[in-house]
C-alpha cells in the first residue's frame, strides 16, 4: 500500500480515537476567545446564548450555529465572580448563575436577573441582582466531607429559580441538593427542597448544567459524561419522579446544556487537554 495512503489512515484514526465524542454531534467549533464556556441558553432560533466562568470578562455572547460571535454585551452592574449557567423565563428574562463556589467559603452568591438580550440595542445591559445564601451552610467553607455548595446549575419554573450543586466532598458520595429561590430582585434565604444521587462515580457524576423542556415536562441534568433526564414529576421536588441515565459515550469537560426543542438538547464543553471547546446537539428521541 501507497506510503502516503498509510500514513493519511494512521492520522485519521489517530484524530478520531482523539476527538471521541460518542453520541454527540458536533455542529460548531466555538471561538478560541470562549474556551471556557459554562452556560448556554436559547431563544429558539439558530443562536445560542453563551457565558464563561471565574477569571473571564462581565459579558454575555450571541454565537451562531457556526460558531460565530453575532454580538456581546455588557452586563453593567454583575461582576463575573464564577458565572457558571443560563436560563431563560416566558417573558424572555435571561438568568445568569454567579453561583460557582469551588472552595465552598462564598457569602457572595447571586443569579443576575437580565432583561431579554436579543432585543438590547447597544453593547451594554442592565442586571438586577437575586441574592442567595443557603439554608443548611454553617461554615465558610465546611469540613471536607461536606462540601456540598458549589453549584454550577440553574433552571425556571413558575415564578422560581431551581439551583443543583455540584458535590465537592471528600469522600464522594453523588449526591446533589437542590435549592430554589424567587425570580424577582432581594436577598433570600434558598429552601432546600430535596436532594438526589445521580451516581456514584467522581470523575463522571458531579452536576454541571440542568434545563427544563418547553413544555414543562422533562428536565435534564448534565454531568461529564452522562445525562439524567426526570419525568413524571411533581413540583417542588422533581428528583422524586422517574430519573433515566444516558451515558453519551463522551469524555471531554462538558459544562453546559439546554433545550433547542422538546427533543434536541445543545451541548459545550471547555476546550482542555486538546479536546473540547464544541457546540454540540443530541437527540433525546
Keep these: 500500500m501507497n506510503k502516503l495512503i498509510v500514513t493519511t489512515l494512521v492520522l485519521s484514526i489517530t484524530l478520531i480515537s482523539c476527538n471521541n465524542y460518542g453520541q454527540l454531534k458536533v455542529i460548531a467549533d ?12 436559547t431563544y429558539n432560533d439558530s443562536t445560542v446564548w453563551v457565558v464563561e466562568d471565574a477569571g473571564n470578562k462581565d459579558e454575555i455572547y450571541q454565537i451562531n450555529f457556526k460558531g460565530e460571535i453575532l454580538k456581546s454585551l455588557e452586563v453593567k452592574n454583575g461582576k463575573n465572580h464564577d458565572w457558571e449557567d443560563l436560563t431563560t423565563d416566558t417573558a424572555g428574562n435571561l438568568y445568569i448563575a454567579d453561583t460557582g463556589n469551588n472552595a465552598n467559603d ?91 444521587t445521580p451516581c456514584t462515580d467522581r470523575k463522571i457524576c458531579q452536576i454541571t448544567s440542568i434545563d427544563i423542556s418547553p413544555k414543562g415536562d422533562k428536565i435534564i441534568a448534565l454531568s461529564y459524561g452522562k445525562l439524567f433526564v426526570f419525568t413524571d414529576f411533581t413540583w417542588d421536588d422533581f428528583s422524586k419522579g422517574n430519573m433515566q441515565e444516558i451515558d453519551l459515550g463522551a469524555r471531554s469537560q462538558l459544562e453546559s446544556v439546554c433545550f433547542l426543542n422538546d427533543d434536541t438538547l445543545l451541548i459545550s464543553d471547555e476546550q482542555a487537554h486538546g479536546e473540547g471547546g464544541n457546540l454540540y446537539t443530541y437527540s433525546l428521541k
Design 30 to 41: 466555538l471561538p478560541g476567545s470562549l474556551d471556557e464556556n459554562s452556560g448556554l441558553a
Design 106 to 196: 462564598r457569602k457572595n452568591l447571586v443569579i443576575l436577573k437580565l432583561p431579554n438580550p436579543t432585543i438590547e440595542p447597544g453593547d451594554k445591559i442592565d442586571a438586577e441582582k437575586i441574592e442567595l445564601r443557603y439554608p443548611d451552610q454553617k461554615d465558610f467553607p465546611p469540613k471536607k466531607d461536606h462540601l456540598f455548595y458549589d453549584s454550577e446549575a440553574i433552571f425556571h419554573h413558575g415564578k422560581k429559580l431551581y439551583i443543583v450543586t455540584k458535590n465537592r466532598s471528600k469522600s464522594f458520595t453523588g449526591e446533589a441538593h437542590i435549592y430554589s429561590v424567587p425570580d424577582t430582585k432581594g436577598n433570600y434565604e434558598a429552601t432546600l427542597v430535596g436532594s438526589f
